[in-house]
T-cell receptor, first 109, second 114 residues
Framework: AQTVTQSQPEMSVQEAETVTLSCTYD???????LFWYKQPPSRQMILVIR??????QNATENRFSVNFQKAAKSFSLKISDSQLGDAAMYFC??????FGAGTRLTVKP | DVKVTQSSRYLVKRTGEKVFLECVQD?????MFWYRQDPGLGLRLIYF???????EKGDIPEGYSVSREKKERFSLILESASTNQTSMYLC?????????????FGPGTRLTVT
């Protein structure tokens, strides 16, 4: 079965700085999808970014980008120009049913 | 916008009670999911359904059952609630199978079993 590992339970970043959240996964499949979701305090989880494994180009969404290393089975999320509203739990997910333990991101003003 | 709603935000039940958690989505999604979220463990899949009256076990189905009589509604049932089922329960839906589509989540139900 696929597993997803987020090795950083907590991270903090200064406002306007850049932070990278790590995620590794284990799979024997060659075609799959990876996701980063954001869960703000007391609010619903929403999609941040999605990566298709067969695409070599890293996905980007405004200030959010990923570093997808298929051979290393690594899928990190980079948040540039961090804002106070980025403070949340971030979950890495493999396809639609396998989630990591999450990383709590704090943004310091 | 897709909307996924859950019947309660907070619920307190006693050990041994039968508990129903309801989830409704309004975008005609085929897939629906139930997860529990615990600190340090992330989201763990309890059950999912890819069609009306269809269900599949996830990673932790013990002590739970589900019902999907209508496409928009997916219910999670705790047959006899126990204290170790105290948790946050999240419902989600997605367009269809394949693992390539994002999930839309409800606000969650925080269940306490005393």
């Amino acid at each position: 079965a696929q597993t997803v590992t987020q090795s950083q339970p907590e991270m903090s970043v200064q406002e306007a700085e850049t932070v990278t959240l790590s995620c590794t996964y284990d799979t024997s499949e060659s075609d799959y999808y990876l996701f980063w979701y954001k869960q703000p305090p007391s609010r619903q989880m929403i999609l941040v970014i999605r990566q298709e494994a067969y695409k070599q180009q890293n996905a980007t969404e405004n200030r959010f980008s990923v570093n997808f290393q298929k051979a290393a089975k690594s899928f990190s999320l980079k948040i540039s120009d961090s804002q106070l509203g980025d403070a949340a739990m971030y979950f890495c997910a493999y396809s639609d049913m396998r989630f990591g333990a999450g990383t709590r991101l704090t943004v310091k003003p | 916008d897709v909307k996924v709603t859950q019947s309660s935000r907070y619920l307190v039940k006693r050990t041994g009670e039968k508990v129903f958690l309801e989830c409704v989505q309004d975008m005609d999604h085929e897939n629906m999911f139930w997860y529990r979220q615990d600190p340090g463990l992330g989201l763990r899949l309890i059950y999912f359904s890819y069609d009306v009256k269809m269900k599949e076990k996830g990673d932790i189905p013990e002590g739970y059952s589900v019902s999907r009589e209508k496409k928009e509604r997916f219910s999670l049932i705790l047959e006899s609630a126990s204290t170790n089922q105290t948790s946050m329960y999240l419902c989600a839906s997605s367009i269809r199978a394949g693992g390539s589509y994002e999930q839309y989540f409800g606000p969650g139900t925080r269940l306490t079993v005393t």
